[in-house]
């Protein structure tokens, strides 16, 4: 039992990994076998399809970065430190291997996902919309923030923002473009 989820968390890391560095087209089971050392059959026994294996590394993906969103709510910080924090999420995928995040990888091969894959990365976005949604208004309520756009607006901004801001540093493998752009984001969002 022991072996079988060891052998399973190895599949479904080197499928985030394929996934984000990839895209989802961009592998196969075979990439995966040679990754990790197993045969295809032992893959397909824990996941029958590569929707299957795909939809399982999503879901993973989605609870352990609202975990992470979490963690950053616990912390007696302020809306501004939130904000970066929430910014340091996305710079780490960018520090490991110049990857993207899982969703956003994903997002740009959204016509070609079944309607199951296509809600769970809803569910990614409209979950980092509205926490994000919450701390600007919190910070804005304390002072701390300054826009004009209604916060739900301001949201969907910052989500965009932080998306593209992750693939044009990782286009000019330059992570400092990031924390430039993040930088001046900052700058315009605090009052």
């Known amino acids: 039992m022991n072996n079988k989820r060891n052998t399973l968390k190895e599949v479904m890391d080197i499928g985030l990994t394929l996934v984000q560095e990839r ?27 590569k929707q299957d294996l795909v939809q399982a590394v999503l879901i993973r993906y989605r609870k352990e970065f609202m975990d992470k969103l979490q963690q950053i709510n616990d912390q007696p ?47 990614f976005f409209e979950a980092n919309t509205f926490w994000t949604q919450h701390v ?5 309520l304390d002072g ?22 992750q693939l044009l540093s990782r286009t000019s493998g330059d992570i400092e473009y990031y924390d430039s752009l993040v930088s001046n984001y900052m700058t315009s969002l605090v009052s």
Do not use: W
């Not at 300054?146 to 301001?154: G, K, R, W």
């Open 23 to 49: 895209g989802y087209n961009g592998f196969s089971y075979a990439d995966i076998a040679n990754a990790i050392g197993i045969r295809k059959a032992s893959i397909h026994y824990h996941f029958p399809s």
């Open 77 to 123: 910080s302020s809306g501004k430190q939130k904000i970066e924090s929430f910014f340091g999420l996305y710079r780490e995928t960018l520090e490991n291997n110049t990857k993207l995040c899982l969703c956003s990888m994903m997002a740009a091969e959204l016509n070609s996902f079944p309607i199951e894959i296509r809600d769970e990365l809803n569910k």
């Open 136 to 140: 600007l208004e919190q910070g804005k």
């Open 144 to 165: 701390e923030f300054s826009f004009f756009n209604p916060a739900l607006e301001q949201a969907k901004t910052l989500i965009a923002f932080v998306q593209g801001a």
